[in-house]
């Protein structure tokens, strides 16, 4: 194999072209609003984007792991990947501060994504609990581990907006959505 | 950004071209010759593969990280990856019984990376204590990770021909590669 080659949506590079955002919940909003359009055209409810400090949006993530056919690829690793895509870096630390913003917790490979992105900041909607309750397993995620990026200079803040991505999550469910953790 | 693509380097996939193998210990021999080729091609100090249950070398995988600008391409993710997009499928565990070699202890994101990924068993030489003694940062892996991973019925065997992988990394260090954590 001399490559491999992950498709990005369309509609999401479509999507992600779009104005600078201000507030939180208005990048938060926007994270949910990429879970439901990826449930929409047949992908996972999971939704993550990243933003420069001044809240210009960088790159959009959806869970692609069924379209592409393969299980990294969750919201979270699919728009840091971009992120270091544009920005040329392996860290997006050394291009200054960028932010995460997640419709659900991350999971444990995702919470390892973040600490090894550079990402300074980590903002989420629902919590895992949410996304366990429909069926998606969330790995072994504990306490300590949000506490050992905290200590690295990570912000993390979880629950913002809760019940709107918690809407979209149980919408999947209602659709009965594939839960597809092997 | 219509598409993301990780070149996988000629020297890895000519590596890849190799016979069946039959002990374990073949197989982790295999994985810590990766990870020396790795650093002898200017990468990672880490190596890893995929192996059928009767032995079938299905995928290699080394650091990538540098090279390709990408901090998700640890050695585990691209050997699993790599085995996704070969076998067709985001879950190994639909395939068959697939085994993960790896010349060190896989990182808080391969940890995840091996839970989603439908791998049953996985085997690493040196341990995290090594990594980090030589620079390298592994995040929050605590024994509550790999037990959670237990449970969920993946085997897991750490400490397999540690000290030929310690020399790897020892090799690193003297010839001052790249330790690249942000």
């Known amino acids: 194999m001399k490559s491999i080659t992950i498709n990005i949506p369309d509609w999401l590079s479509k999507r992600c072209e779009h104005k600078d955002f201000k507030r939180d919940e208005e990048k938060m909003l926007f994270a949910i609003e990429l879970a ?41 690793v699919v728009a840091i990947t971009i992120a270091q895509r544009k920005l040329n870096t392996y860290s997006l630390s050394k291009g200054g501060h960028f932010e995460l913003f997640s419709s659900s917790e991350p999971c444990a490979m995702c919470l390892g994504a973040i600490l090894w992105s550079g990402i300074k900041r980590v903002v989420w909607a629902a919590d895992s609990i949410k996304a366990r309750s429909i069926g998606f397993d969330e790995g072994p995620v504990f306490e300590a581990s949000w506490d050992y990026l905290k200590k690295k200079g990570i912000e993390i803040e979880g629950g ?16 009965n959505g594939v839960i597809y953790n092997p």
Do not use: T
Request: charged share 25%; net charge positive; hydrophobic share 40%.
């Open 160 to 175: 913002l907006l809760k019940d709107e991505a918690a809407r979209v999550l149980d919408y999947y469910k209602r659709i």
């Open 36 to 76: 439901r359009l990826s449930i929409d055209n047949g992908g996972g409810p999971f939704g993550a984007a990243v933003f420069s400090k001044d809240g210009k949006l960088i790159s959009c993530g959806v869970n692609l792991v069924v379209k592409e056919g393969l299980s990294i690829l969750h919201a979270e």
